[in-house]
């Protein structure tokens, strides 16, 4: 699982009955944006057993590089690397309160996100950003506890609501985001037809504002 792809897929684009493969969130790609407009009730899942949470500390950026590129975000892992020095190589102090890692019983992480910030509607919020499983322990439900742990340290970090960008090919993904209560945002043109498909992929309507 990963729920920040750098690259759009090649995937159809015609009309479906016209003898061209059926358009869909599978193929293509569309870039969503959600929000969760405040804190209250967040959900809280169990961790499965063998698995557990911890925080970023020093030296956890080559987990973090492992973990996105095992997840599909990167072709190397030194392509991650140099992704994470540029994006959070100033801010490492932050990282310790913010970037979340699941760990197996040996102690391996095996998932992260960060608990991490940027604009929306020009002020500050919170942010869930750079959300990864290894294939290994995809389906395994760790998603759930993770997502929750992150908006948790969001609001124990002063914010006050979150927002995250993900895509119609993460549609999936966009199923957990709605039940964890953000909401559907257009921010561009093409964001009504994304939530479309998406729709239509997670069977159920999902209102815009």
Not at 7 to 35: C, R
Not at 111 to 134: L, N
Not at 137 to 147: C, D, I, N, T
Not at 166 to 190: H, I
Request: aromatic share 10%.
């Amino acid at each position: 699982m990963s729920d920040r792809a750098q690259h759009q897929p090649n995937g159809a684009d015609g009309a479906a009955g016209s003898g061209e493969p059926e358009v869909t969130a599978d193929t293509k790609y569309v870039e969503l944006f959600m929000i969760r407009p405040h804190f209250r009730d967040i959900p809280q899942p169990a961790w499965p057993d063998g698995y557990a949470i911890r925080r970023f500390r020093a030296g956890d950026e080559r987990h973090w590089a492992r973990i996105e590129q095992a997840a599909g975000e990167f072709k190397t892992t030194d392509d991650a690397l140099r992704r994470f020095r540029d994006e959070f190589g100033p801010h490492v102090a932050e990282m310790e309160r913010r970037c979340l890692f699941v760990v197996d019983r040996d102690g391996v992480p095996v998932g992260t996100t960060t608990a991490w910030y940027g604009q929306w509607d020009g002020a500050t919020a919170g942010r869930i950003h750079w959300v990864a499983v290894v294939p290994d322990h995809q389906g395994r439900k760790l998603a759930k506890p993770l997502l929750a742990q992150a908006l948790r340290t969001l609001a124990e970090e002063g914010h006050d609501r979150a927002y995250l960008t993900t895509q119609t090919t993460s549609w999936k993904a966009v199923g957990l985001y709605l039940n964890y209560g953000f909401e559907p945002a257009v921010r561009k043109p093409a964001c009504a037809e994304g939530w479309a498909l998406a729709g239509k992929a997670l069977n159920r309507t999902i209102p815009l504002e």
